[in-house]
């Protein structure tokens, strides 16, 4: 999987935005930092807001220069801990291994640019993949759940962490091409 992982820039936004179909969508990528429906006057504002809340905001570009996927990471006040999220795929780039090395390069790239010690996120228990994937990195279940209501149905969210000594990539320093 070749691609580039930049920040990401005010033209990115209408394609991401193309990739939340809908209010399910939006809530599963991005919890309820945004309310349905999701345009692109949310999405500028809170690119342009994230240097000052210590977010970081990366996509995933291929060498054509399409946008393949985006995540992002949001610091605590005192710079010690990050938590990582807002992950999308290019909904025709989905179930090829996008996915997994999006979340492997922008952990890594969390852990580098921040100086963090501990990186957290939350994922729907039902989503067994994402919570294999992130436990082979080094992410470990912290026993903390939330219920959320959802289209109707109860989603448990399960937090994980993971210390930056324990973080394990799959494939360190392959191919990784990092710009800020």
């Keep these: 999987m070749t691609f580039q992982l ?70 605590s006040d005192d710079g010690t801990i990050g938590r990582f999220g807002r992950v999308l795929i290019n909904p025709v780039k989905r179930r090829k291994g996008y996915g997994r090395t999006l ?34 990195l080094g992410f470990e279940e912290t026993g903390v759940v939330f219920d959320t209501e959802l289209d109707g149905r109860t989603r448990r969210l399960i937090e994980m962490s993971c210390p930056r000594t324990s973080f394990r990539p799959f494939h360190p320093w392959e191919e990784k091409t990092l710009t800020a």
């Design 103 to 136: 979340v492997e390069r922008s952990v890594e790239a969390g852990f580098t640019e921040t100086g963090i010690d501990l990186m957290t996120l939350g994922v729907y228990e039902h989503n067994r993949a994402n919570r294999a994937l992130y436990a082979e």
């Design 6 to 75: 930049r920040r990401t820039e005010l033209s990115d936004l209408p394609i991401l935005l193309g990739w939340v179909p809908t209010s399910t969508d939006l809530v599963l990528w991005s919890g309820t930092s945004f309310h349905w429906p999701l345009d692109l006057d949310q999405l500028a504002q809170d690119l342009e807001a994230a240097p000052e809340n210590g977010r970081i905001l990366w996509t995933a570009v291929q060498g054509d220069g399409l946008p393949v996927g985006h995540a992002s990471v949001i610091t």
